[in-house]
């Protein structure tokens, strides 16, 4: 089976800083595009970043310039660094994978974690 753990959120103030961690564990075969999600309270999930498997990445207009996304394809582990971090970046914080298994290597589908709680509050 696959799983997805999130790591790294909690409480920061204004301005600053979080480093979230996605580790992927299973019966992995390969992981093409992962990314970060994100769900405020009333508010529809919002997709934060991605990153593809050859280091290719995309953010929302909301975070560029704040948010970093990268990845460890050896560790099979996703980041996001969050820097300058403002009360509206408060969520639940989730990882998204696109993976292949040893038991279905021709067809991918997409895996969640449970997600990470960061509150940005004075």
């Known amino acids: 089976q696959v799983q997805l753990v999130e790591s790294g959120g909690g409480l920061v103030q204004p301005g600053g800083s979080l480093r979230l961690s996605c580790v992927v564990s299973?019966?992995?075969?390969?992981?093409?595009?992962m990314a970060w999600y994100r769900q405020a309270p009333g508010k529809q999930r919002e997709l934060v970043a991605t990153?593809?498997?050859?280091?290719?990445?995309t953010y929302a207009d909301s975070v560029k310039g704040r948010f970093t996304i990268s990845r460890d394809n050896a560790k099979k582990t996703l980041y996001l660094q969050m820097d300058s971090l403002k009360p509206e970046d408060t969520a639940v914080y989730s990882c998204n994978g696109d993976i292949r298994t040893y038991e279905s290597i021709s067809r991918s589908r997409a895996y969640w974690g449970q997600g990470t709680q960061v509150t940005v509050s004075s």
């Open positions: 990153v593809t498997s050859g280091g290719s990445t």
């Open positions: 299973g019966s992995i075969f390969s992981i093409d595009v």
